[in-house]
Every structure is written in structure tokens, then in C-alpha cells.
């Protein structure tokens, strides 16, 4: 008789116990007992699923790297684990609705964490690569959380393979100041390995990562080039200039055109110089003339000659001129003035220009970081946005404050809550330095006090709400506490504004309180 057939008979005798009653038929154990039934079917079911008999045991793997780093305290690793599980800790009154998001006070804690120089605890690292998996907002911080022992995981489990394409494929980088090691794995190591090797060469000497890069260049696929010259966006400086200036003649149209944005970030590089040479003959005291034609050396230095539909061919090549070449070519080509003159002339308004210079100069400054030109373009805060002397655009005035010092930008957007209130104000906050104290703080708790009086439905602001969940600074919980009644509603308000907005913040009150906590927490003893 075959195996097989020994195991269906075997089954059979198992499943007419089961119908009879192990005290009229046994089935293996003393007495034919329950137990002893139950755990012979459990046997024979696996055996049946497998269709194998059971493998030998494999040799264990070699233990996990040792982590110097310490685990956060122990209050800290109970908040990390309900933070992962999504568990809310009891919240003093307040009723549905009013617990705290724990999903986005979870890259809060990571963060902290990072910041202290902790590992995670080794039972969460499973828990950690999850939450990792799911959102990858929190992929740099978990993995850096997670360290070598999340590593040595991710080499067990298909699901986590994610960590091993963050860094040099889950395996160690060679020493960089090995130049025999660093070529063998440049030349036969994967592409996550090569991201990350020419990272560390770019760290460790930043000239030395265009050198590493001419090596193979030729051989390279277009889109891997253009990933690879991305990366020299960290520690750009003249010394990139040379390999960037050949990249301008690569076949790939978006190389060409990253090259040329990176030259263009250098003011001092030739190409920079040739683009204030083409801007300046377009653009003076005396008006704005567009160029009439895109030539092959503006197609090489990187402008697009093809405009977006609904824009005209020379607004489209007069924008990428003056955004590529640089802020202080101005200063002589208009007598002497300075930006904020400069963006206060008319600059042949009747054709329409202005719109179309002050957009580039607001790109310009953006890519050169240039905080005086910056100011210039945003104006007072108090002014009206469609007054703005540069931009009345909030995605472009945002880009212009991260140019900003962070105490200088916080202050900008402070006065224009005052000013406008915070319903065109949640792209400012979003680039203004966590958390938000001070002046900044103070603004946004009054607007929102402001907008609970007028009786309008809180979800109106339920993204700037979120945010001061996020960013606003702990200690404004207790301004925030008398708000959390809920008032007495005007005449004129939607019906149960009141209760709503006593709600929101007590969601508010408890969010920043367990953040404050949070942070105590993970301070060392």
C-alpha cells in the first residue's frame, strides 16, 4: 500500500471516531480520548495540506547585527507601540470625534526618536516595518529607527524587501576611501547599492561623485542618468561644473534639462552667465522684449522650445531666460536699484509683461535661495494678495518664504493671519518650522477663535485645524482649554456650529497635550 493511501486511511479512521464517538472507537491516544483525537486531526490536516512529508529543520540564521544605539525609556516604547497599533490612550472628556489621530502624531514620534539617537525596541521592529510598508512617508525615519536588526528581517520576508531598496540592498557599504572597493561595487553592484554608494561618495567628497560618475556614464540607461545626476543636487558647487556642462549635451531631453537647472542654481557658471547675456538683452529700464526665436544655443543651455497649451511661444522662452540666469546680473542693467525697486516698476504693463517677469524672478529666487529678492516679491504680509508686488500666487509665496530664515518666515505669516485670516493661509503654514510658538502660535489660536465667533461650520478649516494638531506648539493647550466649552451660539450661526467647534478643539487640547507628553517621554533620564 502507498503512502497515500496509508495516509487516506489513516484520515478515514480519524473521521469515524469523530462521527461515532471516541467511547465506541478509538483513534490513537489512552482511551481514545478527545484530546488525543483532536491533535491526530490537527497532524493529518497539515500533512494533507502540505502533500509532504515535514522537511528537515534548516540551520538557524546567523544573529542579528548588534545596535549600540539605546532604546527610548520604557513610557516612551508603550507610546511607540500604541502608536503602531493605532490605540488612542484615554482622553479626559470630550466625545466622539475628540480623540487624537494617532496615524499623524506617528512621524512625530519617529522623528523625536531619530533625533535622540535611539533604536526601536526589538519587539516593535516587526510592527515598525509594517507601518513602513503602509505608508512611505515614514520609510526614512522607521528604517533609520529599525537600524541593522530591521535589516536582517527584511531578508526573511518578501513583504519588507522595501527596506533592502532604501539603502545598499540591506549590505554594507565599502569604505569609501577605498578607491579598489568603491570601483567594484560602483561596476558590479545593483542600482539601490549605487544610489546609496554614491551618496557616501558624495558626503564623504563631494567632487569626487561626478568623478565616479564619468566612469560609467556612457553605459548608463537614461533613466538611471537622470537619478544619478539628481543626486549631485546635495553638495552642488563650481567643482560639478565641468561634468554638468557636458551633461547638456546628453541625448536624453530630461538629463539636458536637469543640467541645466543645476548650472543655473550656480551663478557663477558659464552657463548662468550665457542666460544673463540672452535676459538682459530682453529685459531693462526701457521695457521688455521678448526674444523672437528659440536657437540651438538655448535649446543646448536647456529651454524648451515647445510652450504648455494656452501660452505664447515668446512669454514661454522669456521666462526660462531670466528664471536661469542670475539675480545680481539686475542690479547694473537697472542703474543701481535694488529688488524691491526693481519689482515696483510698471515694466511694460500695457503688453502684459509684468505678470510674466516677476514669475521668473519668483523661480529665479527660489533656485538661487535668495532671500532679498525673496522679500521683495513677497511684499508686506498685511498687503492683499492680489496687491502683492510680486506674486499674488500662494504656492509661489510659499516657495519664496522657505527661503527665509525660519524666525523671519513664522513672523511673515503671523502678520498675514492677522491680516486675511487663515482661509488662504494653510500653504504658508505648511513650510513654517515645527512647532509653531511665539507669534505664529498665538495668530493661529486667535484666528481660529475668531472663526468659532462668526458661527461657521469648523470644517471649513479642517485643514489648518489638522495642521495645528501636527505643528502648532504644545503650550498653547492651555489658551486652547477655555474654547473647548461649547458656547452659546449667534444669531446668525449654523445650526450646531457651537457644539462642532467645542469638539474640534477638544480634539485639539488633547492632541497637543499627548504630544507634549510624547516629547517628555522620549527625553532621556
Known amino acids: 500500500m502507498g503512502e497515500g493511501d496509508e495516509g487516506y486511511g489513516e484520515w478515514q479512521e480519524l473521521v469515524g471516531a469523530a462521527l461515532l464517538g471516541t467511547d465506541r472507537r478509538r483513534a490513537g491516544g489512552p482511551a481514545g480520548s478527545p484530546e488525543a483525537l483532536l491533535d491526530a486531526a490537527a497532524v493529518h490536516a497539515v500533512r494533507r495540506r502540505a502533500g509532504l512529508r515535514p522537511a ?18 520604557e513610557a516612551a516604547g508603550h507610546r511607540l507601540a500604541q502608536l503602531l497599533a493605532g490605540r488612542a490612550g484615554p482622553v479626559n472628556g470630550g466625545g466622539r470625534g475628540s480623540a487624537p489621530d494617532l496615524t499623524e502624531l506617528l512621524p512625530q514620534w519617529l522623528a523625536a526618536a531619530g533625533r535622540h539617537g535611539y ?4 519587539a516593535l521592529v516587526p510592527a515598525l516595518l509594517d507601518a513602513a510598508r503602509a505608508r512611505s512617508d515614514l520609510r526614512p525615519h522607521a528604517l533609520a529607527l529599525a537600524g541593522t536588526r530591521g535589516l536582517w528581517l527584511a531578508r526573511m520576508n518578501p513583504d519588507w524587501r522595501f527596506a533592502l531598496r532604501g539603502g545598499a540592498g540591506g549590505g554594507e557599504l565599502p569604505d569609501v ?30 567632487a569626487a561623485a561626478p568623478r565616479l560618475l564619468a566612469t560609467t556614464w556612457a553605459t548608463e540607461r537614461a533613466e538611471d542618468r537622470l537619478m544619478f545626476l539628481d543626486s549631485l543636487r546635495s553638495g ?36 548662468a552667465g550665457r542666460m544673463a547675456e540672452r535676459a538682459l538683452a530682453c529685459v531693462g529700464p526701457e521695457g521688455v522684449t521678448p526674444p523672437a526665436e528659440c536657437d540651438a544655443g538655448m535649446l ?37 536699484l535694488g529688488p524691491a525697486e526693481m ?46 508686488p510680486g506674486t499674488a500666487s500662494l504656492a509661489e509665496r510659499a516657495k519664496l518664504l522657505e527661503t527665509l530664515p525660519d524666525a523671519e518666515r513664522a513672523a511673515w505669516v503671523a502678520e498675514f493671519i492677522r491680516a486675511h485670516g487663515l482661509s488662504e493661509a494653510f500653504q ?19 484666528a481660529l477663535d475668531i472663526a468659532r465667533e462668526a458661527g461657521s461650520y469648523p470644517w471649513s478649516f479642517s485643514g489648518v485645524m489638522g495642521l495645528a494638531e501636527r505643528c502648532l506648539d504644545p503650550v498653547e493647550a492651555g489658551r486652547l482649554e477655555a ?13 450646531g456650529a457651537a457644539a462642532y467647534w467645542a469638539e474640534a478643539f477638544q480634539r485639539l487640547v488633547a492632541t497637543l497635550r499627548l504630544r507634549a507628553a510624547m516629547l517628555s517621554e522620549l527625553a532621556p533620564a
Not at 568603491?182 to 561596476?187: A, D, H, I, N, Q
Not at 552642488?236 to 541645466?260: C, K, Q
Not at 518650522?433 to 486667535?446: N, Y
Not at 474654547?483 to 445650526?495: F, G, I, K, V
Open 56 to 73: 528537515g529543520a534548516r540551520p538557524r540564521p546567523e544573529p542579528a547585527p548588534r545596535d549600540p544605539r539605546p532604546v527610548p525609556p
Open 119 to 122: 533604536r526601536a525596541p526589538d
Open 177 to 206: 576611501t577605498d578607491p579598489s572597493a568603491v570601483e567594484r561595487l560602483w561596476e558590479e553592484g545593483l542600482f539601490a547599492e549605487r544610489v546609496a554608494l554614491l551618496g557616501a561618495v558624495r558626503a564623504h567628497e563631494p
Open 236 to 271: 552642488l558647487s563650481l567643482e560639478d561644473e565641468s561634468f554638468l556642462e557636458a551633461a547638456l549635451g546628453d541625448r536624453s531631453r530630461n538629463v539636458r534639462a536637469t543640467a541645466a537647472e543645476l548650472l543655473s542654481a550656480l551663478p557663477q557658471s558659464a552657463l
Open 300 to 336: 543646448r543651455d536647456g529651454v524648451v522650445k515647445r510652450p504648455p497649451a494656452g501660452r505664447g511661444e515668446r512669454a514661454w522662452w522669456l521666462g526660462q531666460l531670466v528664471e536661469a540666469a542670475p539675480l545680481s546680473c539686475w542690479r547694473e542693467r537697472f542703474g543701481g
Open 343 to 388: 519689482v515696483a516698476l510698471p515694466m511694460a504693463a500695457a503688453e502684459g509683461w509684468t505678470e510674466e517677469l516677476h514669475a521668473a524672478w519668483c523661480r529665479a529666487a527660489v533656485r538661487q535661495r535668495d532671500p532679498e529678492w525673496s522679500r521683495a516679491l513677497l511684499g508686506p504680509a498685511s498687503a492683499p494678495p492680489a496687491a502683492g
Open 428 to 446: 504658508l503654514l505648511g513650510v513654517c518650522v515645527v512647532p509653531w510658538a511665539g507669534a505664529l502660535g498665538r495668530a493661529v489660536v486667535d
Open 483 to 495: 474654547l473647548t466649552a461649547a458656547a452659546e451660539e449667534p444669531p446668525d450661526a449654523s445650526p
